[in-house]
């Protein structure tokens, strides 16, 4: 039966029916030799009565291929190429056929063409979500494997069809699916799809991050890194992809990068495992505190006076809180300007031996300059007196005595801190900071506090040999005391006294 209407709705169909296999990204590798040929520009079909039924199929021409069927076409009678009618229904969205040739007797996961897929995998090459609604209502079976080992789920992510993707997973269909190499639709992703997407999407459905494939092994990680996928390989550690899991030749998505000299990504995945080193380190000394905070509790010793409220510990004897460096110092002397560090128990020593030296050096510069002005400048003090001596030094080289001025200035203050410095280690065994605070307490008491009568002055030698922990040819022995973890006077406890010196 032919009409008029029959005929204009062959030539409005001007694009024909729609192989799949066309995605993006270079992914054409999946069509198949049927959908290939169907990809050949039809000719506008004229007359649609003399439509066969795969033709009519393709452009929807309801009325003639109800009528074939009627006269006795079987719907489930595949065409040479063994596709059958309804896949050719599902690739061209054509809902209406679906449905009559369902209700016909179709069978829904009809496996055809060169890759034996199903219509539903047809359909969803192709992106068309209101067939695989349909189809899913007539029961097929998104968890089918074609022919190069893909399920529904996969052809979606390999296609980028993010809205079949979404409505499979609300379905039920697994995030986690495997291929039939034990890739899942995230690995796939990762390694077939170069962009951020639709790695990103699929990671909104909480996909597992550390499977591994059957066959090498890879995790996600490693699929986005073997693939150089740049965008994927951020979005996967973003999520919080292991950097640790090994494939089946030993390698870390890091030695994977760095095999393949892709400097950005070796860049991206060194960053975030010195990140997360770092977070485990704060985690584990957060940790670490509480406990102490509990132990010091529970054995009834937090107490605020010697409990440190910025680095939550307690603090050991002669230590203190230093807010530039922002930690307790054991056995504090001083925040030094000129080394900007604290000055304590483990660089004490390094810093009078810092002020000995500057001080030989500038002293030195000093004398050195005098010699070169008594050899190059013909004056000397005793002959034209002070004023012209000094103009004539002046005169003869300024820039040595700009020298001389700075070591000048150096040697009086390294000169002055050492002297102070050594008087307070060998004649008080104090620090600078204590024997200020002692100072200070003593201007508030009746009686005069000899600074010379602390628990920590052990006599002269002793206090010296204990500083340095060095021996004097066996007349003294040094004391070894660790001050970082010292809270009570129990070293010398014929001379304990309670002094805190915080
Ligand atoms: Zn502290
Ligand atoms: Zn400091």
Not at 278 to 299: G, H, M, P, V
């Amino acid at each position: 039966m032919e009409g008029p209407g029959l005929g204009s709705q062959c030539r409005n169909h001007s694009h024909g029916p729609h192989p799949p296999g066309f995605g993006r990204y270079g992914i054409c590798a999946h069509e198949n030799k049927e959908l290939a040929n169907a990809r050949e520009a039809l000719p506008l079909i004229e007359d649609s009565s003399n439509c066969d039924i795969v033709k009519a199929t393709q452009y929807g021409i309801f009325e003639r291929c109800k009528e074939l069927v009627e006269a006795g076409y079987d719907v489930r009678q595949p065409d040479k190429e063994n596709v059958s009618l309804l896949h050719w229904a599902a690739i061209n969205n054509r809902l209406d056929l679906v449905k009559f040739y369902i209700s016909k007797g179709a069978v829904v996961d009809q496996l055809g063409g060169d890759l034996n897929s199903t219509p539903l995998h047809w359909a969803i090459r192709q992106g068309h979500l209101p067939m695989v609604i349909l189809l899913l209502q007539h029961g097929a079976d998104p968890t089918l494997i074609d022919g190069e080992g893909f399920s529904s789920i996969h052809l979606a992510v390999l296609f980028q069809h993010m809205p079949i993707i979404a409505y499979l997973i609300s379905k039920g269909q697994s995030v986690n699916m495997t291929a039939v190499n034990g890739q899942t639709p995230l690995m796939l992703s990762a390694h077939k799809v170069i962009g951020p997407e639709p790695t990103g999407f699929l990671l909104k459905f909480n996909p597992s991050l550390n499977v591994v494939d059957k066959i090498h092994q890879n995790t996600p990680l490693h699929w986005a890194v073997a693939a150089g996928n740049v965008n994927a390989v951020d979005k996967l550690l973003e999520a919080g992809s292991s950097l640790d899991i090994q494939n089946v030749k030993g390698e870390t998505p890091l030695d994977m990068a760095l095999q393949n000299k892709n400097q950005l990504i070796i860049h991206m995945l060194k960053t975030e495992a010195k990140m997360r080193t770092n977070q485990k380190f704060r985690l584990w000394r957060w940790l670490q505190k509480c406990e102490n905070i509990i132990t010091l509790a529970e054995t009834g010793c937090l107490d605020f006076r010697t409990f440190c409220t910025s680095c939550l510990i307690r603090k050991p004897l002669r230590s203190l809180h230093c807010h530039v460096c922002n930690s307790c110092v054991a056995r504090y002397d001083q925040h030094c300007l000129w080394t900007g560090r604290c000055i304590g128990f483990g660089n004490h020593h390094y810093y009078i031996f810092f002020l000995f030296f500057l001080s030989m050096v500038c002293g030195w510069i000093i004398y050195g300059s005098f010699i070169y002005w008594s050899n190059h400048c013909a004056t000397t003090f005793k002959e034209d007196g002070l004023w012209t001596y000094l103009n004539q030094i002046v005169a003869c080289s300024p820039w040595v005595l700009y020298i001389l001025m700075l070591a000048t200035f150096h040697f009086s203050w390294s000169t002055f801190l050492l002297l102070n410095q050594l008087f307070q280690i060998a004649f008080l065994g104090l620090t600078s900071h204590e024997r200020i605070s002692l100072l200070k307490q003593s201007k508030h008491m009746k009686q005069t506090l000899s600074l010379r009568k602390t628990p920590y002055n052990l006599g002269f030698m002793q206090n010296l040999a204990d500083f340095f922990q060095c021996g004097c040819f066996g007349l003294v022995k040094p004391c070894v005391v660790d001050w970082t973890s010292q809270y009570t006077m129990v070293f010398h406890p014929a001379r304990e006294k309670v002094l805190r010196s915080v």
